[in-house]
């Protein structure tokens, strides 16, 4: 296994833990995790963006209902 596809697979792996974290899925967790294997640190900085644009919009739905 060469540098750049042990590199890969370290980021599927700090993928699964932040999508834990996050409160993803196990099956947008696989799909993450399959994206950063094949783009690497794009699919990690995807599910940063993502997960970002869900909790604003969750936050904004909260703060509409509270008032």
């Known amino acids: 296994m060469d540098l750049a596809a042990a590199v890969h697979v370290v980021e599927a792996g700090v993928i699964a833990f932040m999508c834990r974290a996050r409160g993803c899925t196990p099956v947008h967790t696989l ?6 294997l094949l783009i690497g640190y794009g ?6 963006v993502q997960t970002r644009r869900r909790d604003q919009a969750t936050a904004k739905l909260r703060a509409s209902k509270a008032s």
């Open 43 to 48: 699919g990690m900085h995807g599910l940063k």
């Open 31 to 36: 799909g993450w995790m399959l994206i950063t």
